[in-house]
């Protein structure tokens, strides 16, 4: 409707003002509720603050702005006098919150308010209703939505006026979603229908509880719970909403599983070759994943105190490292102690978890044994709803993304490169490979390097679901070989079905059997099909199947 | 005969001679304390900073002079985060070492393991974590929280109006005993404060659980409606996934807030605090206490380290176990000073009423009767650089329940180690 030109940012704020117009004609009176108000956000008393914060709500002004953005990050403080002080970013000066003036006093005697998360709640509500009036779409939308997950009763009005001037489509449905929360209980029938029919169209399921107790005829405290248009009104709302949920919770279990698997996946890929294809029962797996965590961590350190303006990119150079990290520790391993256990699987698995034990100490020796903190980039926090309901997460996307990414190199590898075919043509029969000119023991190395370096790419990406600690791998080992004896020893499509089929079944158990529960019946399952089916999944067909 | 009875003499002089060389022997020697705390294994996390904390106290003491003019000595074992190895370590500290008291345990399962141990062989133990309570052991002085000093203040700090005024609650835990037991008495007492079970989610996961991906899911869908809070008792390493989960999939603190009683400053180092701002820890000690007593404790701590050069160095902190094992070393060498011996029976009695300036600022009581302390329970929001805001306290120390009222069964009991009751876990007195 309207179009403002930039050169007038305030007043197109205020264009769009529920602010009643004498707010800004008596300069003195508002201007004096004003100051009380900014002054009163930096009080040692919290109802203090909020009843502020609910003045600074209801004047409206957008000058208000830097002192709440100040308390937000706690840097808004009061001095000896009770002055209201904001700080500036750099720690280094502070100017009165009221005035303007620059503070000459020292900061760190400054105190802070007793902001908590009731306070929280109050600054995100101001804020959120502040930039309504911003003339960027982009502001408005991102406000409607703080707004749409926590409607407040009082701002009604505003809200009101906010829709008949938005002119952005996405906005306005947020906030007829948000005005038919608050008009769900409105005492006006024609308001209340208006309301249900608004959150039916929503598909928002959250509404469900607020609906049903709309549509309960039991309940005699609210006359209006009698009226039939309503009652029915709202029982096809909720009907329409219930169907919806169905298909969103089904999408939401589908996307959680797929990503469980993956983790599984990643988790799982090295093994399915050092274990899969070579047959060593190597219980160093998880340290394997361990060490490329490691690597990752280094790198993110390096890439902070080196290129700090780069650093949330230290994840795509911890990739090839991790790989290369965790590859040599593996060859180095082959060569020196597993090559000589060949065909003595007992001593194999003592000898392997022997080394992971040292592999743990020694990462504890160099980095201690608490958890190393790593980061999630920027771009791998957070997620965007799709629907409501249904959130993807980007570091759960990144990681299926990942995984497509290390199967299909793996896959090339082994099927597209002249080292695969070696690898193939050993693990499936070792002496014709022999007699055919391939240097057994060599190919040997290599593939065992090629299991770890996939487990230090797991490692990698599961540090961004998890802990690292010295004791990260020993919390995979279980599942890494469940997925591989699940999926049929020595083949990678099998650990790729096992790994997937697990991440389903555990995440549509969930909902109805709990975590513990779920992970039970998860096992007796897995038990039961080896059992039937001890070659797994997929069974190696011929003379190799022995 | 003649010959025979100075050569007796003789024997006995020399006897009694050795016998007492050796006792002054022994009056030079020191007095030995064991320190029964994991250094490997998954608890050596937590469990070092405890031991390293036990050994600055003592150097404390002994600095000053030492006890009953002996110096300390410290006998520190690894029970390697091995439950049937605690005790067997517990027996090998008091038999063979032959300490005077240890220090030590953390999870609820190793005190649980060494305490026969301890009441077969009348030792003392100081323990200094949290725990689910329904326990009072004759040789157990408990100087951690029980539920009624953290839990349940906690979950009313949640329902006030001050703490967001939660109407619903999400009982979340790692499925064994310390976080069953608690949100056993929580329910209860949520139940006594009128919450509907409809209101109340309980859900539990497997040690080492690192995908919270259904569980948020489904606690952001059971908060729809009204206020929701959830109380944690997730353990360990499950809490990175589960605050990261819950931060990318949209659920801000000032929303949803989190309580946990296992979260303090040591877990916080070394994991990104980013996804827990503005969630909550309730315990009785923080290390951003700003009291002059804490100003010193923390000092004391730094130089400690780095004289000692730990690992970890300037990052190392303080925490609510740390401040525990602290009193309760200190608790212990006033009662022996005050009992004028080390022996287990006298000293027992003289823990009893004890008070020290704690570093939280408060005089902090040993209870006459039960065994625990006396501790102010405190809620801090958790900062970005891995410390607390704190938010709320208690008005003062709060008088543990070794048997919680909130569970039919325990509320029977009685836990009062003085005449005429002498029992931990009664429904009658003895005498």
């Not at chain 1, 003595?344 to 160099?366: D, K």
């Amino acid at each position: 409707m309207i179009r403002f030109a930039p050169i007038f940012p305030v007043l197109a704020l205020l264009g769009f003002l529920s602010l009643p117009s004498q707010a800004l004609a008596s300069d003195d009176a508002a201007g004096g509720d004003y100051q009380k108000a900014v002054a009163g956000l930096a009080s040692d008393n919290r109802q203090t603050i909020i009843e502020s914060l609910d003045a600074i709500a209801r004047l409206g002004d957008p000058r208000a702005l830097p002192a709440l953005d100040a308390l937000q990050d706690r840097r808004l403080k009061y001095d000896a006098k009770g002055r209201a002080l904001i700080v500036a970013k750099d720690e280094r000066a502070a100017v009165d919150a009221v005035t303007g003036e620059n503070y000459a006093g020292p900061l760190d005697a400054l105190s802070d308010p007793p902001v908590n998360n009731l306070v929280r709640q109050h600054i995100s509500a101001v804020l959120s209703s502040l930039a309504l009036r911003s003339p960027d779409p982009e502001q408005r939308l991102a406000a409607a939505r703080e707004l749409a997950d926590r409607p407040v009763e009082s701002a009604r009005e505003g809200l009101g006026k906010a829709l008949a001037a938005e002119t952005d489509g996405r906005v306005k449905s947020l906030l007829e979603q948000t005005l038919a929360q608050i008009d769900l209980k409105s005492p006006d029938k024609a308001a209340r229908l208006a309301a249900i029919r608004a959150i039916g169209r929503s598909g928002n399921s959250d509404f469900l509880p607020a609906l049903r107790q709309v549509a309960d005829r039991q309940n005699k405290s609210d006359p209006l719970n009698a009226d039939g248009e309503i009652t029915e009104a709202a029982t096809r709302a909720i009907a329409s909403l219930e169907r919806r949920d169905l298909v969103v919770r089904a999408a939401r279990d589908l996307f959680f599983g797929a990503s469980l698997g993956s983790v599984l996946l990643l988790a799982a890929l090295g093994l399915a070759i050092t274990f899969g294809l070579m047959g060593v029962i190597n219980m160093a797996h998880g340290e394997m994943l361990m060490i490329g965590a490691y690597v990752a961590y280094v790198v993110q350190e390096f890439f902070s105190s080196h290129f700090p303006n780069y650093a949330d990119w230290y994840l795509p150079a911890a990739i090839p490292l991790a790989f290369a990290t965790a590859a040599v520790v593996g060859m180095l391993l082959e060569r020196t102690i597993i090559r000589h256990l060949y065909g003595r699987p007992l001593e194999t698995l003592l000898a392997t978890w022997g080394i992971s034990l040292c592999l743990i100490q020694t990462v504890r020796l160099i980095f201690g044994a608490q958890n190393v903190e790593v980061r999630n980039p920027a771009w791998l926090s957070g997620g965007f709803e799709v629907v409501r309901g249904l959130t993807l997460t980007y570091n759960r996307i990144g990681i299926i993304v990942f995984v497509v990414f290390v199967v299909v190199l793996t896959w090339l590898l082994l099927n597209r490169t002249p080292l695969g075919l070696s690898i193939r043509a050993v693990t499936q029969a070792r002496s014709t490979a022999s007699a055919m000119g391939i240097f057994t023991s060599k190919v040997d190395m290599w593939t065992f390097g090629l299991g770890s370096g996939i487990a230090g790419l797991g490692g990698v990406a599961l540090t961004q679901v998890g802990n690292v600690g010295p004791e990260l791998g020993q919390s995979y080992i279980v599942d890494s070989f469940m997925v591989v004896v699940l999926g049929g020893v020595g083949k990678l499509a099998g650990t790729i079905f096992g790994a997937l089929g697990l991440g389903f079944i555990n995440k549509f158990l969930e909902p109805f059997s709990g975590a513990v529960l779920g992970k039970i019946i998860v096992l007796v399952l897995v038990v039961v099909f080896i059992q039937k089916r001890p070659q797994g999944i997929f069974a190696l067909k011929g003379r190799t199947a022995d | 005969m003649k010959k025979t009875l100075p050569l007796i003499a003789r024997i006995l002089a020399v006897l009694i001679a050795t016998l007492s060389l050796a006792g002054q022997a022994l009056a030079q020697d020191t007095i030995k304390v064991g320190i029964l705390h994991s250094l490997s294994g998954t608890m050596a996390i937590s469990e070092t900073s405890l031991k390293d904390m036990a050994l600055m106290a003592i150097d404390e003491i002994n600095a000053s002079g030492g006890l009953l003019g002996k110096k300390i000595e410290p006998v520190v074992v690894d029970p390697a985060s091995n439950w049937p190895l605690f005790a067997e370590k517990a027996r090998e500290l008091l038999t063979k070492q032959k300490v005077a008291v240890v220090f030590g345990c953390w999870t609820s399962v190793s005190r649980k393991s060494v305490l026969p141990v301890f009441e077969e062989l009348n030792g003392l133990l100081f323990y200094p974590v949290q725990y689910e309570g329904e326990e009072c052991s004759y040789n157990v002085f408990y100087t951690g929280a029980a539920p009624n000093q953290q839990a349940i203040p906690a979950v009313e700090y949640l329902m006030s109006a001050d703490g967001g005024g939660a109407k619903r609650f999400v009982l979340l835990g790692t499925d064994y005993v310390y976080p069953r037991t608690t949100n056993k008495i929580l329910r209860a007492f949520l139940h006594s404060k009128g919450v509907d079970d409809a209101d109340i989610m309980e859900t539990y996961t497997p040690f080492g659980h690192s995908d919270y991906q259904t569980i948020v899911s489904d606690v952001k869908k059971f908060a729809a409606g009204k206020r929701t809070a959830v109380i944690s008792t997730i353990n360990g390493d499950s809490n990175v996934p589960f605050y990261k989960e819950l931060a990318n999939q949209g659920i801000k603190a000032q929303d949803i807030p989190v309580v946990a009683f296992s979260v303090g400053e040591e877990e916080l180092r070394g994991i990104d605090t980013k996804p827990l701002v503005g969630h909550l820890a309730a315990w009785n000690y923080f290390m951003s206490m700003n009291t002059p007593e804490n100003k010193a404790f923390i000092a004391k701590w730094q130089a400690y380290v780095k004289k000692n050069n730990l690992p970890g160095g300037a990052a190392r902190v303080t925490n609510d176990p740390m401040e525990a094992t602290y009193i309760g070393v200190m608790m212990w060498a006033q009662a022996v000073r005050q009992a004028g011996t080390t022996n287990v029976d006298a000293v027992r009695q003289a823990v009893a009423g004890q008070s020290f300036k704690a570093p939280s600022g408060y005089d902090i009581v040993m209870d006459t009767k039960n065994h625990h302390l006396h501790k102010p329970v405190v809620i801090g929001e958790v900062r970005d650089n891995g410390q607390f805001d704190i938010v709320w306290k208690t008005a003062g120390p709060i008088r543990a329940e070794a048997w919680s009222p909130y569970i039919p069964d325990s509320a029977k009991k009685t836990a009062d180690w003085t005449y005429p009751w002498v029992c931990g876990n009664c429904e009658k007195a003895k005498y």
